[in-house]
């Protein structure tokens, strides 16, 4: 762990003061306008104080941390990496309050604590690797000369209202009226970010490590309305599957998104059959019909257990695509679904009906067949995944070719999206 002096002198460095002493001096800042004539130089200074600095420290350390998760009995902080850079000038802090529950969730530049410990990171990191004059982040040495227009009369310059600046990345911050164990405020952490992408469109990443998050080469994309995302998430998502809804929204990729997509539809095949499997038997050893001592009785039980178990090898549709129908069957209103999909494409309903996926062959979707429909949607999803994951020669026109297929793949993109998002929702806990 870095020292205090380590640490201060860090901020010392930030904040261009580079010959910081080991005392117990306050840090005086000067900001320059560097493009001002030596006789027309303007300046602002603050300063930091030791006393403050070494209690600023001394709560970081005494703070529970897991790689980038920095988190007490009653708080929990994580970096996000929102992945585009622009929403970072976006009206800070986006708040929602669980009153109910006494969560509180903070999505904004990160506090002065959470800033703090990142540097302290560093600190640690350049220790271990002996390295005192380089690995430090550029972003951190930058000119000043755009910090002033962040003082005002309500909030001068000073360490707490520049230093989340500097560090230029966002936070989600989640509190508690009550302590909770860190497995706990992952839950919300991720219901928050299922919730935060759902309504968004946007992906909510959070950094692997230190160095990934201060060297950062994303692009940018367009705004998000905010002012959908200031109520609380009343449920608790599955974690796994929110991670491959994420993988799906953070790339640009049709054949990675469509099987991301399908992965959270794949994780319910085993759960959902096995239910179904047992509410079947049940049914029918319960059936006034059903005798164990009729011979022809048990054999007929046999018989469906086993065709229902069992797996065709030449076509590949044994249980997989039964399952699928299950989860569909037991996740996804029909209804909900086609409003869902118009909310992302007005044309979708329509061309689903119409069209085949000519690369695979998989079937339309007769949408007023209440009896059929689950069974066309699960063989349109089915086919065209597995046209993404086989790439046999013998099968070419049912393989997908990359470039040459994209733009048609793309076309089912609403589908699976739609689906793997009320299987997500339908399947979760509420709060």
């Known amino acids: 762990m870095a020292t205090y002096y380590e640490f201060k002198k860090i901020i010392g460095r930030v904040f261009g003061c580079g010959n910081i002493e080991e005392n117990d001096d306050d840090i005086a800042v000067v900001i320059q306008n560097r493009y001002s ?14 006393i403050e600095l070494q ?26 990496d929102l992945d585009y850079p622009l929403l970072r000038g976006e009206p800070y802090p986006v708040i929602a309050d669980d009153t109910t529950n006494g969560i509180k969730y903070t999505f904004s530049f990160p506090s002065i604590e959470y800033c703090a410990f990142l540097l302290i990171n560093i600190a640690d990191i350049r220790n271990r690797q002996g390295n005192q004059r380089g690995l430090f982040p550029m972003r951190l040495l930058r000119p000043f000369d755009n910090l002033r227009r962040y003082g005002n009369d309500e909030e001068p310059l000073s360490l707490q209202s520049l230093l989340p600046r500097m560090i230029g990345e966002l936070s989600l911050k989640i509190e508690s009226a009550e302590c909770k164990p860190l497995e706990t405020f992952r839950k919300y952490k991720t219901s928050f970010a299922f919730q935060f992408m759902y309504r968004s469109g946007f992906a909510l990443i959070e950094f692997s490590d230190i160095e990934e998050m201060f ?21 608790e998502y599955t974690v796994d599957v929110v991670d491959y809804y994420k993988l799906a929204l953070s790339s640009n990729d049709p054949y990675i998104k469509f099987i991301s997509f399908y992965h959270v539809m794949e994780y319910f095949y085993d759960e959902v059959f096995k239910k179904k499997m047992i509410a079947d038997l049940r049914d029918k050893i ?49 209804d909900e679904l086609k409003n869902r999909i118009s909310s992302m494409d007005s044309t979708a309903i329509a061309y689903y009906q119409t069209n085949k996926v000519i690369f695979c062959n998989a079937p339309a979707i007769p949408w007023t067949d209440l009896q059929g429909v689950y069974t066309q949607i699960a063989r349109r999803i089915y086919f065209t995944r597995n046209s993404l994951v086989h790439s046999k020669s013998g099968k070419n026109q ?9 733009r048609q793949l793309q076309k089912e993109i609403p589908l699976v999206k739609a689906v793997a998002e009320l299987i997500i929702i339908n399947s979760s806990l509420i709060i």
């Open 37 to 50: 004539s030596r006789e027309e130089t303007t300046m602002s200074d603050f300063t930091i104080s030791n």
């Open 55 to 80: 209690e600023l420290y001394n709560n970081v350390v005494s703070t529970s941390s897991e790689n980038l998760e920095f988190f007490s009995g009653n708080s929990y902080e994580i970096a996000i």
């Open 215 to 235: 060297h950062l080469n994303r692009t940018t994309r367009g705004r998000i309305n905010f002012e959908q995302l200031d109520s609380p998430p009343l449920r």
């Open 286 to 334: 319960t059936n006034p019909g059903f005798s164990y001592r009729n011979d022809d009785k048990i054999y007929e039980m046999a018989l469906f257990v086993k065709n229902r178990l069992r797996m065709n090898d030449e076509s590949g549709q044994g249980n997989e695509l039964e399952s699928l129908k299950f989860v569909l069957n037991e996740y996804v209103a029909i």
């Open 398 to 406: 049912e393989r997908y070719k990359p470039y040459k297929d994209e």
